[in-house]
Every structure is written in C-alpha cells, then in structure tokens.
C-alpha cells in the first residue's frame, strides 16, 4: 500500500457524514487536503479542527450550476496536479415514478453526474501532464443494482458509473486509476430527509465507509481497484 503523506488530496462531500471522517483520516494520515462541501458552517468548523488555511477549502452547493461552474474554475486556477480526487458527495431523492418530477430528476442529474463531469474535467489537464492520479466516485449500490422507488438516483449514478468507464479507456496510455466504491446502506445524514423506512442500526456506520475510501486511496501503484462493493449484512426496507 502507497503512503498518503503529503499527497494531495480533494475532497468533494466534505461536509457529510462520510465525508467528514475521511477528512480526519486523510489529515491524520499526513495528506495535504483541499475540501469542499455544501454546509458552510459545517465546512468551517472542519477546516478549524484540521487547521486548513482558507484557501484549502470551498464552499459549494453541487444543486447550483453556477456555483459549481465558480468551483471549477477555482480548481483550475491552482498551479499543481492533485494526487487523488474523491468523490463522496450525492443526493438522494426517493419516491416512487410517478410523482417525480422533472426538477427532481434534474437536481439528481445536476448534484450526482454533471457536477463531477466539471470537477474532473478541472482537474485532470493537471493530472494528464504527470500521467498519474486517483479517481474515486461513490456510485452506491444503486449506481449497480436498481431499487423501486430510485429512479431519480439510480439514473444518474449509473450515468456517473458509464461516464467513468467511459475516461478509462480514454486515459489507459496513463497510470491515472479510476475507482467506484459501491457502498449499500450507511447510517449517516442522508437518510435524514427520505422518506423510507429502513433499519439503519443494520446499516454500515460512517466511520467504517470512510475507512473503506481511506483504504482506497493507497492502492499500490502496481495496481488498482477498478471497483470495490461494501454493504451492511442485513439491509432493506421494512
């Protein structure tokens, strides 16, 4: 396993309940961070306990083209190639077919697709002069297996999922690896606002999700995980 020690490392998603433990362990683990999430008090608080100067972190609501497009700029302005970029950032809409609206798929396209199109397409100009980098998307297990009810999500994570299989076989004249983490259910914040009932004290718990991004990005440099499923033993509605 590669060392993460002064690795640069962005993190989109820093805000959520997985998000947030991935940054503490990255940071532990001696990685240079740079974060992003939508929550800014949140984002603050973070930065403060990682003592990350202010221009290691952005505030970024993945809903608001606009804003992203203002992110992405940012990321292009910095002068270096990052090490690794994760993606751990997603929204959840879940209802059934016909009472979803086309804002709502929209919104699931904008948040879980076209916003990590355009940071990716930021950075990897950077990554594509050293040949070398790490990709992480979280697609879930919905971005493998669909779910009455998912329509909104699962459309736009199996997007994410074509698209990146897509810019690896653009990219295997490079050693840039891409990864997708299906994760099943974890018991964190996104599960908040939808309106499901699931057993969430089956589920994974965040801190174990994040180790399993943490382990991922030390993938030997002989080698990559192209994808990597990790699910509770007992998840489903009831």
Known sequence: ?????????????????????????????????????????????????????????????????????????????????????????????????????????????????LSSFETIQAILPKMMELKKGLIINIPGILGKVPMAGAAAYCASKYALVGMMHSLREELKRTEIRITQLYLGGVDSPFWDTIDLRVQRDKMVVAEEAARAIWFLCQQPSSGVVSEMVLQPFNHQAI
């Open 1 to 113: 396993m590669e060392g993460l020690k002064q690795k640069k490392v962005l993190l989109l998603g820093a805000t959520g309940g997985i998000g947030a433990q991935l940054a503490s362990l990255l940071h532990g683990s001696g990685a240079q961070l740079w974060l992003a999430g939508r929550d800014a008090n949140k984002l603050n608080q973070l930065a403060s306990d990682l003592s990350l100067s202010s221009d290691r972190f952005f505030q970024v609501d993945l809903a608001d083209s606009t804003a992203v497009h203002q992110f992405t700029n940012q990321l292009r302005q910095l002068d270096f190639a990052f090490d690794i970029f994760i993606n751990a950032a997603g929204i959840g809409i879940i209802k059934s077919f016909d009472k979803l609206t086309t804002t709502e798929m929209q919104t699931s396209f904008q948040v879980n697709t």
